[in-house]
Nanobody, 115 residues
Framework: QVQLAESGGGLVQAGGSLRLSCVAS????????IAWYRQAPGMQREFVAS???????NIADSVKGRFTISRDGAKNTIYLQMNSLKPEDTAVYYC?????????WGRGTQVTVSS
């Protein structure tokens, strides 16, 4: 079993920055990749970024150059640094991992970017 807990969301003006955190707990020794997804109202959940235990990262084209993902393996924590935020980044951001064939999701953290 894996538990994921996101934090760091909030309300920010366009052009501002936020840093999201996701802490993994439970049976975390075999977790390879942890990812961020987001879901805006009325939209499908979409991939944002991921970081593997070996340091391989992937960033969605829509946020490339503005968002950075990092991972602290010792703390089982991943971070999403979001800069130059735009109103279209407004969404609930979720942490995700797959463990023994099961997908785990956090409860999400709301990010709202005002224009």
């Amino acid at each position: 079993q894996v538990q994921l807990a996101e934090s760091g969301g909030g309300l920010v003006q366009a052009g501002g920055s936020l840093r999201l955190s996701c802490v993994a707990s439970g049976t975390t020794c075999s977790i390879s990749t942890i990812a961020w997804y987001r879901q805006a109202p009325g939209m499908q959940r979409e991939f944002v970024a991921s970081a593997s235990s070996r340091g391989v990262t992937n960033i969605a084209d829509s946020v490339k150059g503005r968002f950075t993902i990092s991972r602290d393996g010792a703390k089982n924590t991943i971070y999403l640094q979001m800069n130059s935020l735009k109103p279209e980044d407004t969404a609930v951001y979720y942490c995700n991992t797959n463990f023994v064939g099961t997908a785990y999701w956090g409860r999400g953290t709301q990010v709202t970017v005002s224009s």
